[in-house]
Nanobody, 123 residues
């Protein structure tokens, strides 16, 4: 079992930056591919970004060039750096962990999920 706790969500203005954190406990994140998803008001939960055990990364087109996913295996934490945010980035952001050996893109690829952190971007 692994527990994931997201933090860092807040209200900010368009064009601003923030970093989301996902702290893991129970097992080391080194064993997992890590991912970020988001769910906006009235929308389905959608993939944002993934990082494999070896550090390969993948991004949804709508965040390429603005968001960066990373991991710190010593701190047992994954991160999502969000730059130049837009009002359409407003959502609850979820961290997830997958046993996939490579990149994990689909919701069904992930075994563990956090409770989410709210990001609200004002125009």
């Amino acid at each position: 079992q692994v527990q994931l706790v997201e933090s860092g969500g807040r209200l900010l203005q368009a064009g601003g930056s923030l970093r989301l954190s996902c702290a893991a406990s129970g097992r080391t994140v080194r064993q997992f591919a890590m991912g970020w998803f988001r769910q906006g008001p009235g929308k389905e939960r959608e993939f944002v970004s993934s990082i494999s055990r070896s550090g390969d990364t993948y991004y949804a087109d709508f965040v390429k060039g603005r968001f960066t996913i990373s991991r710190d295996n010593i701190k047992n934490t994954a991160y999502l750096q969000m730059n130049n945010v837009k009002p359409e980035d407003t959502a609850v952001y979820y961290c997830a962990a997958s046993f996939h050996s490579g990149l994990a893109i689909g919701r069904g690829d992930y075994e563990y999920w956090g409770q989410g952190t709210q990001v609200t971007v004002s125009s």
